[in-house]
Structures are given as structure tokens and as C-alpha cells.
Nanobody, 125 residues
Framework: QVQLVESGGGLVQPGGSLRLSCAVS????????IGWFRQAPGKEREGVSC??????????SYTDSVKGRFTISRDNAKNTVYLQMNSLKPEDTAVYYC????????????????WGQGTQVTVSS
């Protein structure tokens, strides 16, 4: 059974930090690209970051608005992908989802096959 379970969302002040976690089944972790997406109220879903599978080169990609502030990483022992978010801004407020795609190259476009339930991130003073 494919599972992606997000955690780590919450309320944070502007300039603060949060770390999101995405726990996945081992097969997904080893062979799938894992991406983080977000959707704010009234806006389209946006790709935030992705990381290639542990069986590939674990290359990463980021959307321009989060470069230098967000870092995606994986813990091979825990089958978990993290999104470290620093210097958060109110415009980062959204529901964040992790998703998996059977591919070797990390790209934020295209079809992702499996999705988690989402976790709310709110940046507000």
C-alpha cells in the first residue's frame, strides 16, 4: 500500500522556520521522485521542491520563490523526506502536500502518481 504522510505544519511568525516531514513506504522512497507542492486559498497548486529517488543521484529542484530559503533532503534510514523552511513569509501560507512520481529526474511539472493528505502552514504575526 502506497502511503505518504505529511507532518510538521503549524503557525509561525514571519521570519520563522518550520520543518515538514513526508514519511513514505520504502519502495516509493527508493524508486520515486518525491515532490512538495502547496496550494493557497483561491490559488492554483504550485510545485515547491523535489528530490530524486535514493536509487538515483538525489538531485533537487526548487521553485524560484523559495530558493535560498527552503531545503529538501531525505533520511534513508527513516524513509522520510524533509522540507526545511526558513525565513518564512506570509505568502508561504498554504496547505503543503508531498507527492510521488515514478521517474528518475526530479521535475516539478508533470503528473505525480500519489499524494499525501496535506499539512497546513500559516505564516502570520
Amino acid at each position: 500500500q502506497v502511503q505518504l504522510v505529511e507532518s510538521g505544519g503549524g503557525l509561525v511568525q514571519p521570519g520563522g522556520s518550520l520543518r515538514l516531514s513526508c514519511a513514505v513506504s520504502k519502495f516509493i522512497f527508493d524508486y520515486y521522485v518525491i515532490g512538495w507542492f502547496r496550494q493557497a486559498p483561491g490559488k492554483e497548486r504550485e510545485g515547491v521542491s523535489c528530490i530524486s529517488s535514493s536509487r538515483s543521484d538525489s538531485s533537487t529542484s526548487y521553485t524560484d520563490s523559495v530558493k535560498g530559503r527552503f531545503t529538501i533532503s531525505r533520511d534513508n534510514a527513516k524513509n522520510t523526506v524533509y522540507l526545511q523552511m526558513n525565513s518564512l513569509k506570509p505568502e508561504d501560507t498554504a496547505v503543503y502536500y508531498c507527492a510521488a512520481r515514478l521517474a528518475t529526474v526530479c521535475v516539478l511539472s508533470g503528473q505525480y502518481d500519489y499524494w499525501g493528505q496535506g499539512t497546513q502552514v500559516t505564516v502570520s504575526s
